[in-house]
């Protein structure tokens, strides 16, 4: 069984940085492509980054590019989310997901077989 474990959220002041990690445990983290989405009150989950099971590709959505920065420690079972200059509209509660072969429309939820429980990201003005 895959257990996904997000960390590291809580309350930080606009334009000030964040981490967040996700661990993955029970499977194959070296072959998963992995993302992190994330889901506003009132809205719908919308995805934020990802990287390919070998670290040698990422994605970003528009709204976060040049901000965040997702990475892979596949030695430690672990991705994370580094959120730079942080504004109010990044409040969400964010979500790791680990996608198994093969690894397409990597921006889809609908891509992905095991999620965390979410940690709460609040960015204050």
Not at 19 to 47: D, I, N
Not at 89 to 108: G, H, M, N
Not at 113 to 119: D, E, L, S, V
Request: proline residues 3%.
């Amino acid at each position: 069984q895959v257990h996904v474990v997000e960390s590291g959220g809580g309350l930080v002041q606009a334009g000030y940085s964040q981490r967040l990690s996700c661990v993955v445990s029970g499977g194959t983290f070296s072959s998963y492509a992995m993302g992190w989405f994330r889901q506003a009150p009132g809205k719908e989950r919308e995805f934020v980054a990802a990287i390919s099971w070998s670290g040698d590709r990422t994605w970003y959505a528009d709204s976060v590019k040049g901000r965040f920065t997702i990475s892979r420690v596949n030695a430690k079972n672990t991705v994370y989310l580094q959120m730079n200059s942080l504004e109010p509209e990044d409040t969400a509660v964010y979500y790791c997901a680990a996608a198994r072969p093969p690894q397409t429309k990597i921006q889809l939820t609908s891509s992905y077989a095991y999620w965390g429980q979410g940690t709460q990201v609040t960015v204050s003005s």
